[in-house]
């Protein structure tokens, strides 16, 4: 299995297995082997050779999937598991044509794509599943959260024709069974939210009023200690940085101060809900309601601009 540098893809032993957080996985170990990771499209942080040439980079860091399969040789690997926007880091979302370069390589080798959309489906990204948003169509599609809108646990697998077509026939059985499969009542509150999700047009909505989200988040890039804004639709991450000229990081203690000692606490009081990570560089993750629009873009931005104006004054 292949899968990302920084990527978080759960904490089930196999799932575990494939997450790139070493400090998420010290504890478990030892885990199930043959998981290999490869660049994820943090461009932000992309080797010097590429800055200001998203494409290219995205060529690269797609290559180095397709390198990493012939060094193992094609018939070892099963498959690549890419979040449409990697969540774990801080929101990368995809270069421009690095989905369309990946599945070629799928294709080409024989490997099955999962799009792991536990973060980006029913919504989040503007679509029902953000693979359409960037374009490509995966082989497996894993979900879960966004389902029933947290109202209910649920996850589900959705797999392509291609791959279904030998359970059409006979006894053959997908044998993987857990004991809250099929689940009534979350089926039935899943039913019910992609109902309400449809009536109310909220995927529409989120695709019509993400670039205003953006422009209002693009904002606070002229405080010193913004280094990035990125992501897509309604799920971004704001990068904080030492120095923005240099792109210099905050080190583990000073990261703890910053995150943990204040910016968490702060938002928290000032009525902002949203993540405070560290599992790669330092960032202010957002994942706001779907039925937010232009007053409360810019409430959030009042919010994080002065947290984080306080913030660089405390360093």
């Known amino acids: 299995m292949i899968s990302r540098a920084v990527a978080y893809h759960g904490t089930p032993h196999g799932a575990l297995s494939i997450t790139g957080i070493p400090g998420a996985k010290a504890v478990f170990e030892p885990l199930v082997p043959g998981a290999l990771k490869v660049p994820n499209t943090g461009f932000y942080r992309a080797p010097e050779a590429f800055q200001g040439d ?40 995809p270069p421009p044509g690095y989905f369309e370069r990946v599945r070629q390589i799928c294709d080409e080798y024989d490997v099955l794509l999962v799009s792991d959309e536990t973060i980006c489906a029913f919504g989040r990204i503007g679509s029902m599943f953000a693979c359409n948003d960037f374009d490509y169509v995966p082989d497996i599609i894993t979900t879960a959260k966004g389902l029933t809108s947290g109202y209910s646990p649920i996850g589900a697998m959705i797999a392509s024709d291609r791959l279904f077509e030998p359970f059409k026939h006979g006894t053959n059985s997908f044998a993987h069974g857990f004991t ?31 670039p205003a989200f953006k422009a209002e988040l693009d904002t606070l890039l ?53 993540r405070a990570d560290d599992r790669g560089d330092p960032v202010i993750q957002l994942a706001p309601p779907l039925t937010i629009g232009e007053p409360e873009f810019a409430e959030i931005t009042g919010m994080l601009r002065s947290a984080l104006t306080e913030a660089s004054n405390l360093l």
């Open 222 to 274: 002229d405080l010193p200690i913004v280094g990035d804004v990125r992501g897509a639709g309604y799920f971004y991450g704001i990068e904080l940085v030492k120095d923005k000229t240099t792109k210099e990081t905050f080190n583990e203690d000073e990261s703890e101060r910053l995150l943990r000692g204040f910016l968490s606490k702060a938002l928290f009081e000032a009525g902002l809900y949203c």
């Open 180 to 210: 809250f499969g099929g689940h009534p009542v979350s089926a039935a509150v899943a039913m019910a939210n992609l109902d309400l999700m449809e009536s109310e047009g909220l995927n529409a909505r989120v695709a019509e009023k993400a």
């Open 54 to 93: 998203e494409y290219a980079f995205g060529q690269w860091a797609a290559n180095r999937i397709a390198e990493m399969i012939e060094f193992e040789g094609a018939d070892t690997v099963a498959a690549v598991f890419l979040e449409p926007v990697q969540n774990s880091g801080g929101c990368f979302p």
